[in-house]
């Protein structure tokens, strides 16, 4: 089991990157950033790899509690499921 942020949609580098600075400081920010997933293309090809790995399990969890950010995470996972039936994807909201 691992776990990525995700910030999708408008700003989403912008709001990345302040959620993970104020979580992370300055120091510790660029480590976690540099697995945050900001596309739906970054979203598939990091599935990809992780299943590669033999990753069964992954946890997103969203840089903003905007009700929004589910809506494009859904968007961007719609065909996981057909393309992916071995990787199981727990959306997380707090």
Do not use: K
Not at 24 to 40: C, F, I, M, P, Q
Not at 67 to 93: C, I, M, S, Y
């Amino acid at each position: 089991m691992t776990g990525r942020y995700v910030s999708l949609g408008r700003n989403a580098e912008t709001v990345a990157y302040e959620y993970i600075r104020h979580y992370y400081g300055d120091e510790g920010s660029a480590v976690a950033r540099a697995d945050t997933l900001t596309n739906a293309d970054e979203i598939h090809a990091e599935l990809d790899r992780l299943a590669e790995a033999g990753v069964t399990d992954l946890v997103l969890y969203p840089c903003s509690a905007e009700w929004t950010q589910l809506e494009l995470l859904a968007d961007a996972l719609e065909d996981v499921h057909h393309r992916r039936p071995v990787l199981a994807v727990t959306r997380a909201l707090y």
